[in-house]
């Protein structure tokens, strides 16, 4: 069966720090890879997506960039954090027909 | 684009009652419609989904009903129960889109 595996789980960074956040499937070949977040109490956010290797778009202007070296890996990253980054964010996978499976997780605190 | 309203933002229940939450789609072209639940500090689940050929679809205490016609589904929980207490999410897409638009969630609320 396939599994997601996001973390770390929680982080607190100060402003200015760089981050990276990691996520990987496991059981598929190919799946598409997604990057959410979700402010406190908060709808969910679609940050990035990709298809395939190195491929990536992005849906809201901001200082976070994603990359994806391997089929199965999918990195979120900043060069330094803003307070308005805190959030939680959801790695998520599918495979086709549009349903889309979450990981756990990562609560970060930026202060 | 597409555009998902959900309502009510937040909804409370006696325990053992029913819940309905109710989400409405724009893009006629829209063929998928999943549920999610999130529970506190969690990932959302896929709880159930619906493709635009059927109407209703059940599982166990769980319904979703869709209207194309007026462009809205539903999400039916029945016997409602204290663990049943968490956000919900609708969400639609095409089948050539690779994206999910999500509604704003519903915060349902059980009461013992």
């Known amino acids: 069966s396939q599994t997601i595996h996001q973390w770390p789980a929680t982080l607190v960074q100060p402003v200015g720090s760089p981050l990276s956040l990691e996520c990987t499937v496991e059981?598929?070949?190919?799946?598409?890879l997604y990057w959410y977040r979700q402010a406190a109490g908060r709808g969910l956010q679609l940050l990035f997506y990709?298809?395939?290797?190195?491929?990536i778009s992005s849906e809201v202007p901001q200082n976070l960039s994603a990359s994806r070296p391997q089929d199965r890996q999918f990195i979120l990253s900043s060069k330094k954090l803003l307070l308005s980054d805190s959030g939680f964010y959801l790695c998520?996978?599918?495979?086709?027909?549009?349903?889309?499976?979450f990981g756990e997780g990562s609560w970060l605190t930026v202060v | 684009g597409e555009n998902v309203e959900q309502h009510p933002s937040t909804l409370s229940v006696q325990e053992g009652d029913s819940a309905v939450i109710k989400c409405t789609y724009s893009?006629?072209?829209?063929?998928?419609f999943p549920w999610y639940k999130q529970e506190l500090g969690k990932g959302p689940q896929l709880i159930i989904d619906?493709?635009?050929n059927v109407g209703e679809k059940k599982d166990q205490r769980i319904a979703v009903t869709l209207n194309k016609t007026a462009k809205h589904f539903s999400l039916h929980i029945t016997e409602t129960q204290p663990e049943d207490s968490a956000v919900y999410f609708c969400?639609?897409?095409?089948?050539?889109?690779?994206?999910?638009?999500w509604g704003a969630g519903t915060k349902l609320i059980i009461k013992p």
């Open positions: 059981g598929t070949s190919n799946p598409n």
């Open positions: 998520a996978w599918g495979i086709s027909g549009n349903t889309i499976y």
């Open positions: 990709s298809v395939g290797i190195g491929q």
């Open positions: 893009d006629s072209a829209s063929n998928y």
């Open positions: 969400a639609a897409s095409k089948r050539s889109n690779y994206q999910l638009i």
């Open positions: 619906i493709r635009s």
